[in-house]
């Protein structure tokens, strides 16, 4: 008869370099039950939005998360648009998608290294990174840093592209869809990491919905949905994509769907740079917002970002509500974990692709 | 004699723990990417280790929350004398944007005992090595 | 399918339930109901007309009353379902036991408006700290604890 144990992890664990808690009940080697436990890092954000001003409040919504900084920032500036009813000129919509599908590729390759790691596939690791540094030379080429990049601001962005900029872009561009490629190819055939992630952390299609999972986690398991084409924002009506769905539903369906998405973005920008409309990069807004309400939603790389935006006609929002990915994805880990081996915890962990600093806000 | 050789050792090999207390994660990652072959910092000695026990140093992001507070006072605990804190990030120095946040105590110092600031949101890779390195040094 | 075509299909089905309703841009659709009927119309866009996707619950205190608001997503439509609490009685049926995804969302509410939500399994903090007995954090009249 195997034991019962209880086992706590975190919050500081080498599987993440996030903190949070985790209390698995045990049978043997198998996982029954897992409690987790969220709230290290909720730095009431939410009530310092109420706090402090508009612009302020820009700068504060980059910080959230370090990794989706941008999609963030493109959120709280389509709601504070909307409110006021100014139209955002072509080619900052144009920008905004540009930086916004680069924020994916290099999430995406960042992921990679992170699952590569837990499964034990070191190398991938700092051959993914090492390849996401080209995606990170060419935000600070744009933006001056390599995260956080403050591009975007009300009825606009506050950088334009040159031409010399476009041109080098282009060259880097075919540099990661190369590598883009030989990763599809290496997660598909390298047998170690297959036999890791096949058929681990499986969430099936009627499960997902239930949940109410969103991202390229639900896009493996087969539910076709993604922001950009449902709810289109920026650039995203002009620019021909194709949104990657899979039907297995295990961790190497979300790998295999989240390298597709790097092709993907890579397609997606070069379009829009070949198509980059002419004329100004923002336009003037008046610093008082009116009062209403608006619903503001993007698709982050880690699946749809809401935002609720309430404003009372002052300087400051009444109320400003921000559901990250993650916190539509946390509801399936228990979920995922029941039955699994102790072992493959890291795995189906790392496979939601968790970002827990958007999560507690 | 030994004390040199004690020394020599301790500088050419510094093993780091890293703990994010309730950041952004933008300084996590650039701590990470030191690791990765741009700037690769294990040519330096410098090894990323698990478990708080192995750890010469110690490595804090993010500002402090209440509910991390107690988990970063044990693992500073548990990590072997001498040690060395290092806070990466302006959250980590002061508190940055986050400075006033309800569940926010500010920067690491707040809880722990810190040798080496590095500024910056986040702190770019280089930093993070040119801090470490003139911690190095004092040593 | 647009807005407006969903909002008149669902006014068609739930008729009496629904209050007011409005679209105020494409893809965006609002409409109200009455706290007791939430769980019944819920219901009714699970089982009747497939809409399974919350995305969130957020929750808003406007002086004497706690607004709270369901955003649903179906295909190109995001309708978000309004609610109206009183202040000093914010209590309402948990929908956990039709949407398992809104367990986690109504922590939160319950978290930081403190919203009770009547059969919800288990409401312990979600992302206030241990031991955190310092009210409710936004609410309009909540202050932050002195330091010390």
């Known amino acids: 008869m195997a034991q019962r144990l209880v086992i706590p992890i975190g919050p500081q664990h080498p599987a993440l370099k996030e903190p949070l808690g985790f209390r698995f009940r045990v049978e043997g080697e198998r996982v029954l039950e897992t409690h987790i436990r969220m709230g290290y890092v909720h730095r009431g954000i939410e009530r310092a939005l109420q706090e402090r001003s508009y612009i302020q409040d820009l700068y504060l919504v980059e910080r959230i998360c370090g990794i989706c900084s941008h999609i963030h920032t493109t959120a709280f500036c389509q709601g504070v648009e909307e409110l006021l009813g100014v139209e955002v000129p072509p080619r900052a919509l144009y920008v905004r998608t540009i930086v916004c599908e680069l924020e994916r590729i290099h999430s995406h390759l960042l992921w990679l290294g992170v699952i590569g790691r837990d499964a034990g596939f ?168 009116p009062p209403g309400e608006v619903i503001s939603r993007v698709e982050a790389p880690r699946g749809e970002l809401i935002y609720y935006i309430k404003s009372d006609g002052t300087e400051r929002p009444a109320r400003v509500k921000i559901r990250a990915p993650t916190m539509a994805n946390m509801v399936a880990m228990p979920h995922m974990l029941k039955g699994a081996h102790i072992a493959d915890i890291p795995v189906v962990v790392a496979a939601i692709d968790l970002c827990i600093a958007c999560a507690d806000r | 004699m030994l004390e040199g050789l004690v020394r020599w050792a301790r500088r050419k090999s510094p093993w780091i723990l890293h703990f994010n207390a309730g950041g952004c994660n933008g300084c996590d990652i650039e701590l990470l990417d030191a690791l990765t072959p741009r700037f690769d910092v294990e040519r ?61 105590l500010g920067g690491i110092d707040q809880v722990i005992p810190v040798d080496m600031y590095v500024p910056g949101c986040p702190c770019k890779p280089e930093a993070i090595i040119d801090g470490l390195v003139k911690l190095l040094e004092g040593i | 399918m647009p807005a407006r075509t969903l909002l008149k299909k669902l006014k068609e089905a739930l008729g009496e339930h629904i209050g007011e309703a409005w679209v105020p841009r494409p893809h965006r659709a609002f409409f109200t109901v009455k706290r007791e009927e939430l769980h019944d119309v819920v219901e009714a866009l699970v089982k009747r007309f497939d809409i399974r996707h919350l995305s969130a619950i957020s929750g808003v205190h406007t002086g004497e009353e706690i607004e709270l608001l369901y955003h649903f997503w179906d295909y190109d439509v995001c309708f978000t379902v309004k609610i109206k609490l009183p202040r000093h009685e914010p209590c309402i049926k948990t929908l956990t036991d039709i949407v398992p995804g809104a367990l986690l969302y109504e922590r939160e509410v319950h978290d930081l408006l403190g919203v009770e939500f009547e059969g919800h399994p288990d409401l312990s903090p979600l992302v206030l700290p241990d031991g955190w007995e310092e009210g409710h954090p936004l609410l309009k009249d909540w202050s932050p604890p002195e330091e010390g």
């Not at chain 1, 009300?154 to 990661?176: A, K």
């Open chain 1, 122 to 289: 070191e190398t991938l690791f700092m051959y993914t990174w090492r390849d996401r540094e080209t995606a990170l030379d060419i935000l600070e080429e744009i933006s001056g840093n390599r995260v956080n990049y403050a591009v975007n601001t009300f009825g606009g962005v506050r950088i334009d592209l040159t031409s010399t900029q476009i041109e080098s872009i282009l060259g880097r561009l075919d540099y990661l869809e190369e590598q883009a490629h030989y990763y599809l190819k290496l997660v598909t055939s390298e047998a170690t990491f297959v036999v890791r992630t096949h058929g681990v952390g499986y969430l099936s299609r009627e499960d997902g919905r239930a949940l109410c999972v969103v991202g390229p986690t639900i896009r493996a398991s087969g539910v076709d949905r993604d922001v950009r084409r449902d709810d289109p924002y920026a650039a995203y009506e002009d620019l021909p994509f194709q949104v990657i769905t899979t039907t297995e539903g295990d961790a190497l369906a979300r790998t295999v769907v989240r390298v597709k998405e790097v092709i993907e973005s890579v397609r997606m920008i070069r379009h829009a740079l070949h198509n980059l409309p002419e004329g100004e990069a923002r336009v003037r807004v008046r610093r008082r917002i």
């Open chain 2, 44 to 104: 330096l000695g410098i090894l990323e280790k698990a478990t708080p026990r192995h750890a010469d140093v110690l490595v804090c992001a993010g500002p402090v929350t209440r509910q991390a507070r107690d988990r970063l006072l044990r693992i500073y605990e548990q990590v072997p004398e001498p040690k060395w804190v290092v806070a990466i990030g302006s959250c980590a120095c002061s508190g940055g944007v986050f400075r006033g946040c309800y569940n926010v």
